[in-house]
């Protein structure tokens, strides 16, 4: 639930400029810093693992719609 | 007091402040998804009340269809329509809004039903309401098809909070920008997770956890919306200012 039109205004931006590889940012708004291990690897990581877990609960609800998984 | 009586009243201000709070934002920018998101953020509020005065007083069919409804079946599904409607900008997006709007009526029609059903005599002072609510409601073939309704809203939920927090961490992760706001969407996305992990555990039986579960949601949840939209404010207060001086 984090704002994240401001990210599709900017993809759009640099395809349609075509001059710049990194998308231009709100005055409030800052870049990843290169070479971190929190976002180059550590962060990834949870997001496929949260990805993961997500994936597992829905199969579990709808384990639980289709009576694989008992309904109590 | 017990740990159970306390945990639904902390999340109950946690997230009283930050319906609140979203709320406000919907009031300056008028977006439809920051109402969907404080109309979910309400349920939400309002399922973790309705804990908290089960916790402390005796049985009432009001706080339990407001437990029920909006606490275990429709939340998730409006604040995930909310981050929906953030990221897609298509028109059938409107054709599910208006199909959450119908399903929550309908989902509401069924929950008085089986509250007329319901076995009041079951329901046991001092218990957790999620570790006795299956004692209490009709079983499906008995007037309780709202529990059927139940997993729809909720895998919607999951899959459009939980799944567009994670897939807005992503983008932003890709473009090398906004930190701020992948740390807060992961944030969101746990927190998201951790009340659906509780929520299914209650399914299959072990609601010892729920309210643990939803403290931790609304704590992360909160964290990350905190987070993922500090660096916009700036940009938001010269839009106002702009409105203002245009008007």
Redesign the interface.
């Known amino acids: 639930m984090g704002d994240g039109d401001e990210i599709g205004r900017s993809e759009s931006a640099v395809t349609q400029s075509g001059q710049s590889d990194r998308p231009r940012l709100k005055p409030g708004g800052s870049r990843i810093p290169e070479g971190s291990r929190l976002y180059g690897r550590l962060l990834p990581a949870l997001i496929v693992g949260l990805g993961v877990l997500m994936v597992v609960l829905i199969v579990v609800a709808a384990g639980v719609l289709l009576g694989f998984v008992p309904f109590r | 007091m017990s740990l159970n009586q306390i945990l639904p009243f902390v999340s109950s201000v946690i997230m009283l402040i930050f319906t609140l709070s979203v709320f406000q934002r919907y009031l300056v920018r008028r977006r439809l998804?920051f109402l969907f998101?404080a109309i979910g953020l309400a349920m939400f509020g309002a399922g973790s009340f309705a804990e908290a005065y089960f916790a402390i007083s005796g049985w009432s069919a009001t706080i339990f269809f407001i437990w029920y409804l909006f606490g275990a079946a429709l939340n998730a599904a409006w604040?995930g329509h909310?981050?929906l409607l953030?990221?897609v900008r298509k028109r059938w997006v409107h054709v599910l809004t208006g199909l959450l709007i119908v399903g929550s009526v309908i989902a509401a029609v069924l929950m008085v039903q089986a509250l007329s059903k319901a076995n009041v005599a079951a329901y046991v002072s001092g218990v957790p309401i999620s570790e006795q609510y299956?004692n209490v409601m009709p079983p499906?073939n008995q007037g309780g098809t709202v529990?059927?309704t139940t997993?729809?809203f909720?895998?919607y939920g999951?899959?459009t909070?939980?799944?567009?927090?994670?897939?807005?961490?992503?983008?932003?992760?890709r473009?090398?920008?906004?930190?701020?706001?992948?740390?807060?969407?992961?944030l969101?996305?746990?927190g998201a997770?951790s009340i659906?992990?509780a929520s299914?555990l209650t399914?299959?039986?072990n609601g010892s956890f729920l309210y643990l579960g939803e403290l931790v949601a609304a704590v992360l949840?909160y964290a990350?919306?905190v987070?993922?939209?500090?660096?916009?404010?700036?940009?938001e207060v010269?839009g106002a200012a702009q409105q203002a001086s245009a008007a």
Do not use: C, D, Y
């Open positions: 998804h998101w604040i909310g981050s953030l990221l299956r499906i529990r059927l997993p729809f909720n895998i999951l899959l909070l939980a799944g567009g927090a994670l897939w807005s961490a992503w983008l932003f992760l473009k090398q920008v906004l930190p701020n706001r992948v740390i807060g969407n992961v969101i996305a746990a997770l659906g992990f299914a399914r299959v039986g949840m990350g919306f987070m993922a939209a500090a660096p916009g404010t700036e940009a010269a």
